[in-house]
């Protein structure tokens, strides 16, 4: 579904579903988090303050954000 670099996908060495969003657009049996803002800094503003149990998913002020680098290149190359 998405091709990325080597080098992005293994930056993202955290990952507890084994990059299963390169492959089915999904993170686990969720849909990505759906983001808001891209900060051009490898950073994603989440749209939503749900509570997905993800070692990238920052609560930051009264949101959360999202600092997977695979995440933030599939929302800057696909729009997803």
């Known amino acids: 579904m998405y091709r990325l670099p080597d080098d992005i ?3 993202a060495d955290r990952c507890p579903h ?3 969003c390169l492959e089915h657009g ?3 049996d969720s ?3 759906a983001v808001s ?3 051009g800094r490898n ?3 989440l749209a939503d303050e749900g509570d997905a149990d993800c070692p990238y ?3 930051y002020g009264c949101g959360q954000m999202c600092t997977c680098p695979v995440h933030y290149q599939i929302h800057l190359r696909y729009g997803a």
Request: net charge positive; proline share 5%; aromatic share 4%.
């Open 9 to 11: 996908v293994a930056a």
């Open 18 to 20: 084994r990059h299963g």
């Open 26 to 28: 999904r993170c686990g």
């Open 31 to 33: 849909p990505l988090c």
């Open 37 to 39: 803002y891209a900060d």
């Open 43 to 45: 950073v994603l503003l």
């Open 57 to 59: 998913r920052l609560r």
